[in-house]
C-alpha cells in the first residue's frame, strides 16, 4: 500500500500521488513572531515533521517551505483587531523588528528541542515584500481587485471558486456572513490584499507600493512565497484547522485567481491541542510554552512523545498526567534502546530475518495509512516485547524508526538531577521540597520554594538534565 493522506479538499482519504516522481513540493504556515509558540502551535509543527519524516522514510526528497510572519498582521484572521507585533512592542517597549527577531530565534529554538527537521527554506514576510507586491499587481492586472477606501481588496465575486477548501455556501455567503466591520467591502468575505490606510498611527512596518506606502494583508505572504520556492502548482500544503475558514480559503483564491489553475494538490490540517475543553490560544490566555514544561521538568521529547500518542486529525487533550505518563514511556523507551547499544551490535539491513522485515512493513502500513502514529508507536512496544527477533534487529529496527518517530532514541538521557556544589543547607532543603512538592503537582508550594531560594540569594533552572541552582 502506498502513501494515503486525508486531504481537506475533498474530505477523503486519498492516495498520494506526486507531481513529479520521488519529489514532494511542502508548505507549511509558519508562526507569527510576536510571541513564543504556545504547545498547540507546537503540536502542528510536530504533526508537519512526522509528515516530513514519513515523506522522506518512503523514499521521497521533500523541499519544505515555511513562511515567518514578522510583518504583524491583526489579532483577527479577518481584516480586524490590532496590530499583534506592534501591539507586543508597545507592551515590551521594543521596535517591532527586535521583538520579530528575539521570537523567531525562539521558535527555532523550541523547534531545534522538540527534533524537528528545520523547513528546507525559511523566509520571511518582511524580505518578501517584493514578491507580494507583483502578486497583487498580477491579480489587479487579471481584474480580481477593487480599491476602496485607500485599500485594495481582493473580490471574491469575480473567483467562482472561492471557498472551496471551507465548503462555504456560495449562494448564502452574504446573508448568512458575520458581523461586518468594513463597509468598504463590497461583499463581506473580500479581503485586504493591501492596507495603505491604517487604523493605527505611525504603523512601524510600510513599504512603498504602487497604491500608497502600507503593508500587505497576511494571507498574501503564503501565496508569494510559496509559489516562489515551490513554483505555481505544488503538492501538499498544511496548517491547523483554524486555518481552513479564512486563512488557506483566501490564500487559494489569490493563487489560483492568479495563475489560473490549481494551486496545491494536498491539502493536511492538524486538530487542536485543548486544555481544559478549551483551544489553547494566545488570544485566550491559556496557554503554555514549551520552556514552561521544561521548568516542570520534562525533556522536550517528552512532549513529542506525547503528541505522536494521538492522531494529528484528533484533538489531544492536554494534561500533566497524561505528560507524566508520556515522560515515562519515553524514559522506559530509550533506556530499552540504550540497553540494546550497549550489549550488542546493530543488525544490518540486507540480512534482517522474514519476521524484522514484517516489522518494517507494519511500520510502514501504519505512517502510511494517514499517518498513523499512534499505531506506529504501538509497533515498537510490540517488537519490544518480541521474543522472536533477536536483540540486533531490534536494535536495527528500533533506530531505523525512530528516524520517523524523530525521539533521539540511540541519544543517551542524561543524568537525572545535577546541583551545583556550595550550596548553603537551608536552600538545598528548599530545592528538595520544591522537587517534592512537583512531584505532587502542588504548584503554587513549588514556586513559593523556588520565590524563598531567591530570596536567598540563589536560583534554579529546570532543564532536561535536571534542576541546576546557581548563586545569582
Ligand atoms: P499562528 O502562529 O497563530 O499562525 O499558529 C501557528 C500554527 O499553529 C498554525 O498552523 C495554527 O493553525 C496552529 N495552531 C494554533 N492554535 C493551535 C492549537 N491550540 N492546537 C494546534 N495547533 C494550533
Ligand atoms: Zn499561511
Not at 497524561?322 to 522506559?332: E, G, I, Y
Not at 503537582?441 to 514556586?447: H, L, S, Y
Request: aromatic share 12%; charged share 30%.
Amino acid at each position: 500500500m502506498g502513501l494515503r493522506l486525508f486531504n481537506t479538499m475533498g474530505r477523503s482519504v486519498q492516495d498520494f500521488i506526486p507531481i513529479n516522481e520521488g519529489k514532494v513540493g511542502f508548505y507549511g504556515c509558519g508562526p507569527t513572531v510576536y510571541n513564543y509558540a504556545h504547545i498547540g502551535n507546537l503540536k502542528t509543527y510536530i504533526f508537519e515533521d512526522f509528515l516530513k519524516r514519513t515523506l522522506t522514510y518512503l523514499g521521497y526528497k521533500v523541499k519544505h517551505v515555511m513562511n515567518i510572519t514578522d510583518v504583524g498582521h491583526l489579532t483577527d484572521d479577518a481584516d480586524d483587531g490590532e496590530d499583534k507585533m506592534a501591539k507586543s512592542a508597545r507592551e515590551k517597549g521594543q521596535s517591532v523588528y527586535e521583538i520579530a527577531d528575539f521570537y523567531t530565534k525562539a521558535f527555532f529554538n523550541d523547534i531545534d528541542r522538540l527534533n524537528i527537521i528545520r523547513p528546507t527554506i525559511s523566509c520571511k514576510a518582511t524580505e518578501h515584500i517584493a514578491d507580494m507586491i507583483a502578486l497583487v499587481k498580477t491579480l489587479e492586472e487579471r481584474g480580481y481587485t477593487y480599491e476602496a477606501g485607500g485599500n485594495i481588496y481582493f473580490s471574491i465575486d469575480k473567483f467562482p471558486d472561492y471557498g472551496k477548501l471551507a465548503l462555504l455556501d456560495r449562494q448564502n455567503l452574504q446573508a448568512g456572513a458575520r458581523i461586518e466591520v468594513d463597509g468598504n467591502k463590497r461583499n463581506p468575505y473580500d479581503f485586504v490584499l493591501w492596507f495603505t490606510k491604517s487604523k493605527f498611527e505611525n504603523h512601524a512596518m510600510i513599504w512603498d507600493s504602487p497604491w500608497g506606502k502600507g503593508y500587505p494583508g497576511w494571507h498574501l505572504e503564503c501565496s508569494a512565497m510559496s509559489m516562489k520556492y515551490l513554483g505555481r502548482h505544488f503538492d501538499i500544503h498544511c496548517g491547523g484547522i483554524d486555518h481552513i475558514n479564512i486563512h488557506h480559503t483566501n490564500e487559494i483564491a489569490q493563487s489560483e485567481a492568479a495563475t489560473g489553475e490549481k494551486w496545491v494538490n494536498y491539502w493536511l490540517h492538524g486538530e487542536f491541542l485543548v486544555m481544559n475543553k478549551a483551544k489553547m490560544a494566545k488570544s485566550a490566555g491559556n496557554f503554555l510554552t514549551l520552556d514552561t514544561l521544561v521548568e516542570k521538568g520534562y525533556d522536550p521529547l517528552d512532549y513529542r512523545y506525547f503528541c505522536l500518542g494521538g492522531h494529528y486529525r484528533s484533538q489531544l487533550n492536554f494534561s500533566f498526567e497524561s505528560m507524566d505518563s508520556a515522560k515515562k514511556a519515553r524514559t522506559n523507551l530509550k533506556s530499552k534502546v540504550q540497553e540494546l547499544m550497549s550489549k550488542t551490535k546493530c543488525a544490518d539491513r540486507n540480512s534482517l530475518s522474514d519476521a524484522a522485515k514484517q516489522y518494517i512493513a507494519s511500520f510502514t502500513a501504519d505512517i502510511s495509512d494517514d499517518l498513523n502514529s499512534p499505531r506506529a508507536l504501538a509497533e515498537v512496544w510490540t517488537l519490544l516485547k518480541d521474543n522472536g527477533i533477536s536483540d540486533s534487529e531490534k536494535l536495527y529496527l528500533l533506530l531505523d524508526f525512530d528516524k520517523v518517530l524523530g525521539l533521539r532514541l540511540d541519544v543517551p538521557e542524561k543524568p537525572a538531577e545535577t546541583v551545583a556544589e556550595d550550596i548553603p543547607a537551608e536552600v538545598l532543603e528548599l530545592v528538595e521540597s520544591r522537587k517534592a512538592a512537583r512531584k505532587n503537582k502542588d504548584f503554587a508550594e513549588a514556586d513559593r520554594c523556588r520565590d524563598r531560594i531567591k530570596e536567598l540569594g540563589y536560583d534554579i533552572k529546570d532543564t532536561p538534565q535536571g534542576t541546576i541552582c546557581k548563586k545569582l
